[in-house]
């Protein structure tokens, strides 16, 4: 089969112009649902470490489920189906988001016009299932990294007089945080690889706009193999800052 | 609620149009959940494999074995699986000269995506193992090979088994993205039916979703039992 490399039209016009909004939409939707999965992480592990059982039994339930149903189904539910159950008025709200910001504007020195606008419901749907998505590992990861600090470390402190919070405060974070940055690092990775998934509901990210100049300029190696070493360049770059972080900062803690 | 369309479409969610003769292939166009299992089994099949040569390439003396094994580890676990089909699926007719179908693109995707992430199971399983295990097998006249074959691997493949099922679950998970292609496995029937009833979203995904938890589930469930059934018999360090 004859296939003709055009790599020219890749970094010029129109393509090159949509890969970069792909890119700069990629980079805004993983921001957004990275900050937004740590606040939801945090508060579920917490949940899942206070004594009120069903607080418990509703972490442990909300991880179990997000964990292990595949992230497109997700996605499909909250934008197909979620307005069954989220009551009218944000149903509402979130629909008339599109109207709040009539005309383009500019935002990081680039214009967003119509559909390529910050606050669509597209965009807000796919944040929601990514943050949901992400923050169940992140609670996982969380709620390792403190599990494995010995217990006896909590009794230790007690007993020299710091109160419970206090004890979590300068004996337990300080040695969890440590452990549990490397895997934090790697979930903030998956989730923008996760992003890509985003395209499915019309989320015009790296992946929607190769499929985009796919269809328009019949390229479809060269626009795929682009966005490819865009996304490698992304997480070989944040695996390098695991590796430093590894190497600077891990103290091999001794029980 | 339209709870009476998903269990008219149940049978359709399960196998689709799946037909199972005797003649070769034995099953033909296998749709649903169906297709998802089959997908995931023969994906975590061939990802067995080519993880087991990633990760031992990646523990071999010879510094242009371990660098493709690097190399192939690195490029496959930085970029999405959505983009490695995408990108398969235009790239095999350049390289085999034809069209190939959705389920068998999907299906090499799957075995080349999973085999990075098996890779670096096989490679953290034989590391795991305290040193002694191959000094021993080296003192007592095995050759590198044969004290991997017979010493080192059948104690670090046990140790991995639970490695192995969440290995699976997560590629039952990432199955759902054959959709995308125009496989019909489960996601792609769930979509067809949502399309054409148009009234019952909100339970067509929470059925699909909760078809993807049961097996998911359980098979989590299995791996943590084993996990603690296997550590108790690890050969550790004194």
Redesign the interface.
Same mark, same amino acid.
């Given at each position: 089969?004859q +296939?003709n490399f055009q790599w020219g039209k890749m970094f010029s016009g129109e393509p090159a112009q949509w890969m970069w909004d792909g890119f700069v939409t990629t980079l805004q939707i993983s921001t957004i649902s990275l900050i937004a999965s740590m606040v939801l992480g945090i508060i579920i592990c917490i949940m899942r470490m206070t004594p009120f059982k069903p607080l418990q039994w509703f972490s442990l339930a909300f991880t179990?489920?997000f @964990?292990?149903? %595949? $992230?497109?189904?997700?996605i499909?539910?909250w934008y197909?189906?979620?307005h069954?159950?989220i009551p009218e008025a944000i149903n509402n709200w979130l629909n008339d988001l599109f109207y709040w910001f009539p005309g383009p504007f500019s935002m990081f020195g680039h214009e967003f016009v119509g559909e390529w606008m910050l606050f669509n419901v597209e965009l807000i749907t796919g944040v929601i299932a990514l943050t949901v998505y992400t923050s169940a590992f992140i609670a996982e990861e969380i709620r390792a990294g403190i599990f494995s600090i010995p217990k006896n470390q909590l009794e230790a402190s007690r007993a020299v007089g710091l109160s419970f919070l206090q004890g979590y405060r300068f004996v337990i974070l300080p040695q969890a945080l440590r452990i549990v940055i490397p895997p934090l690092i790697s979930q903030a990775l998956n989730l923008i *690889?996760?992003s890509? =998934?985003c395209?499915?509901i019309g989320v015009g990210d790296m992946?929607y706009q190769? !499929?985009q100049i796919?269809s328009y300029h019949a390229i %479809?190696?060269e626009a795929?193999?682009v966005? $490819?070493l865009i +996304?490698?360049t992304l997480? $070989?770059i944040v695996?390098f800052c695991i590796n430093m972080y590894n190497k600077h900062f891990m103290i091999q803690v001794m029980y | 609620m339209h709870w009476d369309i998903v269990i008219d479409n149940f049978d359709y969610f399960l196998y689709g149009n799946t037909s199972i003769d005797w003649v070769f292939p034995f099953i033909h166009r296998p749709e649903g959940l169906f297709a998802a299992i089959i997908l995931a089994v023969l994906g975590i099949f061939g990802a067995f494999w080519i993880g087991l040569a990633a990760g031992l390439m990646r523990l071999s003396k010879r510094m242009w074995l371990k660098y493709i094994s690097v190399a192939y580890i690195?490029?496959i @676990?930085?970029? /999405? =699986?959505?983009? $490695?089909i995408?990108?398969f699926y +235009?790239?095999a /007719? !350049?390289l085999t000269?034809?069209t190939m179908p959705e389920f068998t693109t999907t299906m090499f995707c799957f075995m080349i995506f999973t085999g990075a992430y098996v890779g670096e199971i096989v490679r953290a399983g034989v590391l795991a193992l305290p040193k002694g295990q191959l000094e021993a097998a080296r003192g007592s006249g095995l050759s590198q090979m044969q004290a991997m074959q017979f010493v080192i691997l059948p104690q670090a493949l046990r140790n991995m088994i639970p490695s192995f099922v969440n290995q699976f !679950?997560s590629l039952t *998970?990432?199955?759902?993205?054959a959709? #995308?292609l125009g496989v019909i496995e489960l996601?792609r029937t769930? !979509?067809q039916v949502?399309n054409r009833e148009m009234v019952a979203?909100?339970e067509?995904? #929470?059925t699909?979703?909760g078809l993807?938890?049961l097996i998911?589930?359980v098979l989590?469930s299995y791996s943590r039992r084993l996990e603690a059934q296997l550590s108790r018999y690890q050969a550790r360090d004194r």
């Open positions: 089969m +296939y179990e489920f @964990r292990n149903t %595949p $992230l497109l189904i997700q499909f539910f197909n189906a979620s069954v159950v *690889k996760n890509s =998934l395209m499915v992946m190769a !499929v796919e %479809p190696f795929f193999t966005a $490819l +996304y490698l997480s $070989l695996s | 690195e490029v @676990r930085g970029c /999405p =699986l959505l983009l $490695l995408f990108w +235009y790239l /007719p !350049v000269g034809q !679950v *998970k990432d199955t759902s993205l959709s #995308i996601t769930g !979509v949502d979203s909100f067509i995904w #929470i699909i979703g993807y938890f998911c589930f989590t």
